[in-house]
């Protein structure tokens, strides 16, 4: 590619691979801890894990610190979920500020989709914020109005996405862009930050209600709402299986990341990007949050899915035992308005790594 300077032909772009391994993890995330002094009030000097520029944020907008606690714990709930099956189940650690130990220090895949998922849940919580009122700053997106090609009117709350995006880039991207962008993890996360916020705008969706005698819909009325953060994590979760590895490079004097393998194409915005290969997670490594593998449930029945023994065990063998569990069954529903279940006892088998 003319103009693009290998990697390791260039002091210079040595020196900028100095800092792109490693850098801060997402230590915002550890607000989900930390309780606020009350609703709207952020005590921004109490508040640890922030950058000075992120305690700039706090001191200047303290109302919307609720809404990236909110936000902290929606990024671990979802990690959570969506990893469960996987070797790293976001499992985090109860030491220091950063919520998942070192894992995110390198610039891996599980870092790329956590800090994608993390600018994501702050565009969310806050644009949720706005809707429901919770915040003075901001309200409903009133620039959607008149009638849409399709016929409807534009009414109602529609979200203010656009806000919410706004504010995490503020808060969220201020640590890349006080480290500055010379180094390949700043440009890493910057891209992965603004992939996150990318899927929840690509997949906005139209809420309508009609209206007429008895229902006739002789007009609807409409409104843009945000997808369930469910479907963000999903999305961001293909991403990161389709990940690509980045390499930095300079063109035209600038850094910027390219794919390593020269015969992909440039990834899109919406792709996830990293810049190591991930550890394998199988050994405990405390000291990196890393608890390995043994204990955990697997699933004994396939040998090829994510969650399969093979793959979830590392190799090393898992042992297959009974357990009784008791589930909702017979469920009947009641006029009006209930539904009645019985209690089964069912015996299934449980696999789980050898300890």
């Known amino acids: 590619m003319p103009g693009v300077c290998p990697v390791n032909s ?89 919520v998942f130990g070192k894992v995110l220090s390198q610039g891996t895949r599980e870092a790329a989709f ?7 849940a702050v565009a969310v919580a806050v644009t949720r914020g706005c809707s429901r009122g919770e915040l003075q700053k901001c309200g409903c ?38 480290r500055g962008l010379s180094s390949g993890r700043s440009l890493m996360n910057l891209h992965n930050n ?47 299986d389709g990940a690509t590895e980045a390499r930095l490079s300079l063109v035209g004097g600038r850094p910027v990341l390219l794919p390593r393998d020269t015969l992909l194409k440039p990834p899109s915005p919406r792709d996830l990007l990293y810049l190591v290969p991930s550890p394998d997670f199988c050994q405990p490594d405390p000291p990196h949050g890393i608890l390995g593998t043994r ?13 399969a023994c093979e793959v979830v065990c590392c190799g090393l063998g898992f042992q297959t035992g009974r357990a009784e569990v008791v589930q909702r069954c017979s469920c009947k529903f009641s006029w009006c308005c209930s539904v009645r279940c019985q209690q089964c006892r069912n015996i299934v088998l449980l696999h789980t790594c050898t300890e």
């Not at 956590?114 to 994501?120: D, F, R």
């Not at 399709?150 to 201020?174: I, K, M, P």
């Not at 899927?199 to 609807?220: D, F, P, Q, T, Y």
């Open 141 to 178: 997106d009133r620039k959607v109005r008149g009638v849409s090609p399709e016929g409807f009117q534009w009414s109602g709350c529609s979200d203010n996405l656009s806000y919410g995006v706004a504010f995490s880039q503020s808060f969220v991207d201020e640590p890349e862009r006080a």
């Open 194 to 240: 603004e992939a996150g916020r990318k899927a929840i705008l690509h997949n906005m969706r139209v809420e309508c209600k009609c209206h007429g005698v008895s229902g006739s819909c002789e007009l609807r009325t409409c409104w843009k709402v945000m997808p369930p953060f469910r479907r963000v994590g999903s999305v961001l979760k293909d991403r990161f």
């Open 10 to 98: 260039s002091l210079q772009l040595l020196l900028l691979l100095w800092a792109t391994h490693n850098t801060m993890a997402t230590n915002w995330l550890s607000l989900a801890r930390q309780p606020l002094a009350r609703a709207g009030t952020a005590p921004c000097g109490r508040l640890r894990g922030l950058t000075a520029g992120q305690l700039g944020v706090c001191r200047g907008r303290g109302e919307f610190m609720e809404s990236v606690r909110k936000g902290a714990e929606m990024t671990i709930d979802e990690c959570q979920h969506q990893f469960r099956y996987r070797r790293w189940n976001c499992s985090t650690t109860t030491r220091g500020v950063s």
């Open 295 to 307: 204990g955990r449930r697997c699933n004994g029945t396939s040998r090829l899915a994510p969650d």
């Open 114 to 120: 956590v800090y994608a998922l993390g600018a994501a």
